[in-house]
C-alpha cells in the first residue's frame, strides 16, 4: 500500500516461469520495475512474460513483445480497489466495477484454512488402515488432494478422540476456527500444480491445514460452489496470487454475485459423488462397476464396452452441465468479452475420464488402452478382495472389514457363496500351481463364477491382453500377480496396502494375506502350512529330477534340461531354508500381534523381511 501512495510504477515486465533458468523452478519467479517519485502521475506500462513456454528466453519474449507493442497500461489507483491492493495491472474496467458494485465471497461463505495437527504420522490414517466400524475417536478429514471438482479426495480420518484431547496436548497443534470443526460446507485443495478445484464436504468433516475450507449457509452452499467451480474464480484468484497456494483469504476477495444454478450443481456433486464411489479407496464402494447388472453382457468385453460407452457420455453430459454453469455465472458479471464458457475435456475431473486421468498428451488409442488396463486391474484387485472375504459376489458393500474377523463371520452374512473366501487368510502367489488356493487358479475361478463358465476362455484372453500394456509374448494372469499385482496395489492404496505380501528375499516364494483378518498365528500358518509344504514339493520335485539325470533312458536333452533345473531348484531351496531360518521363524515364535488404529507404517513394520520392502512406506506424513 506504501508502494501504491507513496510513488508510481512507471514500468513493470512480470517475469514469472524461468526467471532464474539454472533453478528450473516454476516457484522462484521475479519481476522487474522502475519506479517515479510523482504520485499523481498514476498510469504506467506493464509487460507480462508468463504466457510464454516455461523454458522460453524471455529476454528474447521482452524484446518481441516491445517490438509488437504487446503491454498494458494501467492507472494505479485502480489497485486500490480490490483489498489487498494486487498489482492487476491487466484487469478490465468492467471487472474492477465488480470489486466496486458487489460484496465479496467473505460476506456470504466465510472463507478459513484447516487446523494444523502437528504430528500427522500419529493422528492422521487413510480410513481403509483402520477398522471400518469405526471408534468414535476417528472422525473423517480433509487434506487436500488432486486436482478434481465437485466431490472425492476424502480419504482420511483423524484421532479426535476426547475433543482431540491427544492432540492439543502436543503443544503442536494449531486448531482453528474450532465452532465450524465437522460442519458441512465447500473445501478446496490449498497447494496445487495444476488449476483450483472446490469440492462439496458433508458434514462430520475435521479441517486439516492442506485444505481451504468456506462455511455458506446451507439455502446458497451449491450456488456458491457452482461460482467457485467457474472461470470466473481462476481469473479473480490470478488476480490476487499468481503462485500456487489458493489461500482462504485469496478466496474471500471473489467478487459475489447470486446466481441460481443449484439444479446444475446439485447434478455434478451428484455423479462426481458417484463417480468417486465407483473405486475400491471410497468408503462408500459397494460394487465394481463392471459388476453392475445395468451394463452385462454376455462376454466381459462387451460388458466393459458397455460400461466404457456410460462413462464417456457421463463425461460428455458433466463437460455440457460445467460449461452451462460458466455461461450462466460469465453472463451474470458481464465478462462475455474476456472470458468463454468451454471447458476442456482433461479438466472434467471424472476418474473414468482418461483425458483428465492421464492427461491431454497422449493419443485417443493410447488413452483408451490405458483406461481398460486400470479396469481390469479393478477387476483384478476386486477379485482378490472376494478371496479374503472383504468383499463379495453374492452381497455390495464390505463383508469382512473389522479387526480380527474370521471366516465364521463371513458365512453368517453369506452362508452358501457362490464365490468363497479363502479359509485360512492365506493366499499363495507362486510361479505355478502348487497349491490348490494359489491366487491365479482362484482368479480364474473368480472370471467362471462371476462372468460364466460358457465364454470363460474368451474373458480370460481379454483381461490378459489388457494387462499386457507393454506387448509381451505369451503372458498371462500369473505373469501379471508374479510381477505388476502387489505394485498396482500399493499405489492403488496411497502406500498403504490392506494385503500385505509374504517374500522370500528373491521373490521364489510369495504369499498374500489381508491385515483385517491377520491374527497372532497368521505367520505361523505362512510357515507351517505354505513354506515348508512348498520345499517339501520342491525336494519331491528336485528327486526326480536327479532321478531323470541318473536315468539310463533318458535323452541326453532331458538330462540337459534336467540338470538346469536342478542347479535352479537347489538355489531357491537355499534361499527359502535362510529365509525361514533367519525371518520367518524366529517371527512365527514371537506370535506379534498388530493394532489396527496404529496404521500400516507401524504394523507393517512390525513383520519385518517377512515382508516385501515398500519404498516410501516409512516416509513421514506431511
Same mark, same amino acid.
Given at each position: 500500500?506504501? =508502494?501504491?501512495?507513496?510513488?508510481?510504477?512507471?514500468?513493470?515486465?512480470?517475469?514469472?516461469?524461468?526467471?532464474?533458468?539454472?533453478?528450473?523452478?516454476?516457484?522462484?519467479?521475479?519481476?522487474?520495475?522502475?519506479?517515479?517519485?510523482?504520485?499523481?502521475?498514476?498510469?504506467?506500462?506493464?509487460?507480462?512474460?508468463?504466457?510464454? *513456454?516455461?523454458?522460453?528466453?524471455?529476454?528474447?519474449?521482452?524484446?518481441?513483445?516491445?517490438?509488437?507493442?504487446?503491454?498494458?497500461?494501467?492507472?494505479?489507483?485502480?489497485?486500490?480497489?480490490?483489498?489487498?491492493? *494486487?498489482?492487476?495491472?491487466?484487469?478490465?474496467?468492467?471487472?474492477?466495477?465488480?470489486?466496486?458494485?458487489?460484496?465479496?465471497?467473505?460476506?456470504?461463505?466465510?472463507?478459513?484454512?484447516?487446523? @494444523?495437527?502437528?504430528?500427522?504420522?500419529?493422528?492422521?490414517?487413510?480410513?481403509?488402515?483402520?477398522?471400518?466400524?469405526?471408534?468414535?475417536?476417528?472422525?473423517?478429514?480433509?487434506?487436500?488432494?488432486?486436482?478434481?471438482?465437485?466431490?472425492?479426495?476424502?480419504?482420511?480420518?483423524?484421532?479426535?478422540?476426547?475433543?482431540?484431547?491427544?492432540?492439543?496436548?502436543?503443544?503442536?497443534?494449531?486448531?482453528?476456527?474450532?465452532?465450524?470443526?465437522?460442519?458441512?460446507?465447500?473445501?478446496?485443495?490449498?497447494?496445487?500444480?495444476?488449476?483450483?478445484?472446490?469440492?462439496?464436504?458433508?458434514?462430520?468433516?475435521?479441517?486439516?491445514?492442506?485444505?481451504?475450507?468456506?462455511?455458506?449457509?446451507?439455502?446458497? $452452499?451449491?450456488?456458491?460452489?457452482?461460482?467457485?467451480?467457474?472461470?470466473?474464480?481462476?481469473?479473480?484468484?490470478?488476480?490476487?496470487?499468481?503462485?500456487?497456494?489458493?489461500?482462504?483469504?485469496?478466496?474471500?476477495?471473489?467478487?459475489?454475485?447470486?446466481?441460481?444454478?443449484?439444479?446444475?450443481?446439485?447434478?455434478?456433486?451428484?455423479?462426481?459423488?458417484?463417480?468417486?464411489?465407483?473405486?475400491?479407496?471410497?468408503?462408500?464402494?459397494?460394487?465394481?462397476?463392471?459388476?453392475?447388472?445395468? %451394463?452385462?453382457?454376455?462376454?466381459?468385453?462387451?460388458?466393459?464396452?458397455?460400461?466404457?460407452?456410460?462413462?464417456?457420455? !457421463?463425461?460428455?453430459? !458433466?463437460?455440457?452441465?460445467?460449461?452451462?454453469?460458466?455461461?450462466?455465472?460469465?453472463?451474470?458479471?458481464?465478462?462475455?468479452?474476456?472470458?468463454?464458457?468451454?471447458?476442456?475435456?482433461?479438466?472434467?475431473?471424472? @476418474?473414468?475420464?482418461?483425458?483428465?486421468? %492421464?492427461?491431454?498428451?497422449?493419443?485417443?488409442?493410447?488413452?483408451?488402452?490405458?483406461?481398460?488396463?486400470?479396469? !481390469?486391474?479393478?477387476?483384478?484387485?476386486?477379485?482378490?478382495?472376494?478371496?479374503?472375504?472383504?468383499?463379495?459376489?453374492?452381497?455390495?458393500?464390505?463383508?469382512?472389514?473389522?479387526?480380527?474377523?474370521?471366516?465364521?463371520?463371513?458365512?453368517?452374512?453369506?452362508?452358501?457363496?457362490?464365490? *468363497?473366501?479363502?479359509?485360512?487368510?492365506?493366499?499363495?502367489? =507362486?510361479?505355478?500351481?502348487?497349491?490348490?488356493?494359489?491366487?491365479?487358479?482362484?482368479?480364474? $475361478?473368480?472370471?467362471?463364477?462371476?462372468?460364466?463358465?460358457?465364454?470363460?476362455?474368451?474373458?480370460?484372453?481379454?483381461?490378459?491382453?489388457?494387462?499386457?500394456?507393454?506387448?509381451?509374448?505369451? %503372458?498371462?494372469?500369473?505373469?501379471?500377480?508374479?510381477?505388476?499385482?502387489?505394485?498396482?496395489?500399493?499405489?492403488?492404496?496411497?502406500?498403504?496396502?490392506?494385503?500385505?505380501?509374504?517374500?522370500?528375499?528373491?521373490?521364489?516364494?510369495?504369499?498374500?494375506?489381508?491385515?483385517?483378518?491377520?491374527?497372532?498365528?497368521?505367520?505361523?500358518?505362512?510357515?507351517?502350512?505354505?513354506?515348508?509344504?512348498?520345499?517339501?514339493?520342491?525336494?519331491?520335485?528336485?528327486?526326480?529330477?536327479?532321478?531323470?539325470?541318473?536315468?539310463?533312458?533318458?535323452?541326453?536333452?532331458?538330462?540337459?534340461?534336467?540338470?538346469?533345473?536342478?542347479?535352479?531348484?537347489?538355489?531357491?531351496?537355499?534361499?527359502?531354508?535362510?529365509?525361514?531360518?533367519?525371518?520367518?521363524?524366529? =517371527?512365527?515364535?514371537?506370535?506379534?500381534?498388530?493394532?489396527?488404529?496404529?496404521?500400516?507404517?507401524?504394523?507393517?513394520?512390525?513383520?519385518?523381511?517377512?515382508?516385501?520392502?515398500?519404498?516410501?512406506?516409512?516416509?513421514?506424513?506431511?
Amino acid at each position: 500500500e506504501t =508502494l501504491v501512495t507513496g510513488v508510481y510504477v512507471k514500468s513493470l515486465i512480470q517475469i514469472g516461469y524461468n526467471s532464474f533458468p539454472e533453478l528450473n523452478s516454476k516457484v522462484a519467479q521475479a519481476c522487474a520495475f522502475v519506479l517515479g517519485n510523482e504520485s499523481s502521475s498514476g498510469s504506467g506500462t506493464y509487460f507480462n512474460l508468463n504466457d510464454a *513456454p516455461q523454458s522460453a528466453d524471455k529476454n528474447e519474449v521482452f524484446l518481441n513483445k516491445k517490438t509488437r507493442r504487446e503491454s498494458y497500461v494501467s492507472h494505479q489507483q485502480n489497485f486500490s480497489r480490490i483489498k489487498g491492493t *494486487p498489482f492487476s495491472y491487466w484487469a478490465s474496467k468492467k471487472v474492477y466495477s465488480l470489486f466496486d458494485n458487489h460484496g465479496c465471497i467473505e460476506k456470504v461463505a466465510l472463507p478459513k484454512q484447516g487446523s @494444523t495437527i502437528g504430528h500427522n504420522d500419529q493422528f492422521l490414517r487413510m480410513w481403509f488402515e483402520l477398522t471400518h466400524a469405526l471408534s468414535s475417536k476417528w472422525k473423517y478429514s480433509t487434506k487436500g488432494g488432486d486436482f478434481r471438482r465437485w466431490y472425492g479426495n476424502s480419504i482420511y480420518v483423524v484421532n479426535w478422540g476426547f475433543d482431540g484431547e491427544e492432540i492439543r496436548a502436543t503443544g503442536r497443534a494449531t486448531i482453528r476456527n474450532p465452532k465450524f470443526l465437522f460442519c458441512e460446507g465447500i473445501e478446496w485443495s490449498r497447494v496445487t500444480s495444476s488449476l483450483a478445484s472446490f469440492r462439496s464436504m458433508d458434514e462430520g468433516f475435521f479441517h486439516e491445514s492442506a485444505s481451504g475450507v468456506a462455511f455458506p449457509p446451507k439455502e446458497k $452452499k451449491y450456488s456458491i460452489l457452482g461460482l467457485l467451480n467457474t472461470k470466473l474464480t481462476g481469473y479473480f484468484l490470478n488476480l490476487f496470487n499468481q503462485t500456487i497456494t489458493f489461500q482462504s483469504g485469496d478466496v474471500s476477495r471473489i467478487p459475489y454475485i447470486e446466481v441460481p444454478c443449484e439444479s446444475i450443481v446439485q447434478r455434478l456433486v451428484k455423479d462426481f459423488k458417484q463417480d468417486w464411489d465407483s473405486y475400491e479407496t471410497s468408503w462408500d464402494f459397494i460394487r465394481l462397476p463392471l459388476l453392475n447388472p445395468d %451394463y452385462h453382457q454376455p462376454t466381459l468385453k462387451t460388458t466393459y464396452q458397455k460400461l466404457r460407452a456410460h462413462w464417456r457420455e !457421463m463425461t460428455l453430459e !458433466m463437460q455440457r452441465l460445467e460449461e452451462e454453469n460458466n455461461r450462466i455465472f460469465i453472463d451474470a458479471y458481464g465478462l462475455q468479452d474476456e472470458l468463454t464458457p468451454e471447458v476442456p475435456l482433461n479438466e472434467i475431473t471424472l @476418474t473414468c475420464n482418461p483425458h483428465y486421468r %492421464y492427461g491431454n498428451d497422449k493419443s485417443e488409442e493410447e488413452l483408451e488402452a490405458l483406461l481398460l488396463a486400470d479396469t !481390469m486391474r479393478e477387476l483384478v484387485s476386486y477379485a482378490v478382495g472376494c478371496m479374503f472375504g472383504r468383499y463379495a459376489l453374492d452381497k455390495p458393500g464390505l463383508i469382512l472389514a473389522n479387526q480380527g474377523e474370521t471366516i465364521k463371520d463371513y458365512l453368517k452374512q453369506i452362508p452358501e457363496p457362490s464365490f *468363497p473366501a479363502d479359509d485360512d487368510n492365506v493366499v499363495p502367489m =507362486l510361479d505355478g500351481d502348487w497349491f490348490t488356493d494359489d491366487i491365479s487358479g482362484r482368479f480364474r $475361478k473368480f472370471l467362471r463364477v462371476a462372468f460364466g463358465e460358457e465364454r470363460y476362455e474368451e474373458n480370460l484372453r481379454f483381461v490378459e491382453q489388457a494387462l499386457n500394456i507393454k506387448g509381451k509374448r505369451n %503372458y498371462s494372469i500369473r505373469d501379471y500377480f508374479l510381477g505388476e499385482f502387489y505394485n498396482d496395489h500399493v499405489k492403488r492404496y496411497k502406500k498403504r496396502p490392506i494385503y500385505w505380501l509374504f517374500s522370500s528375499p528373491k521373490g521364489s516364494f510369495n504369499a498374500l494375506i489381508y491385515m483385517h483378518r491377520y491374527r497372532p498365528d497368521t505367520v505361523s500358518v505362512v510357515l507351517n502350512g505354505y513354506l515348508r509344504e512348498f520345499r517339501a514339493k520342491l525336494g519331491v520335485r528336485l528327486d526326480h529330477l536327479r532321478g531323470v539325470d541318473a536315468s539310463a533312458g533318458a535323452s541326453k536333452s532331458e538330462k540337459t534340461q534336467a540338470l538346469k533345473e536342478i542347479e535352479g531348484l537347489k538355489k531357491i531351496l537355499d534361499e527359502l531354508d535362510t529365509w525361514e531360518r533367519e525371518v520367518l521363524y524366529p =517371527l512365527a515364535t514371537e506370535q506379534v500381534a498388530i493394532d489396527l488404529d496404529d496404521g500400516v507404517k507401524i504394523n507393517y513394520s512390525k513383520l519385518g523381511a517377512a515382508l516385501k520392502k515398500i519404498v516410501g512406506l516409512e516416509a513421514k506424513e506431511e
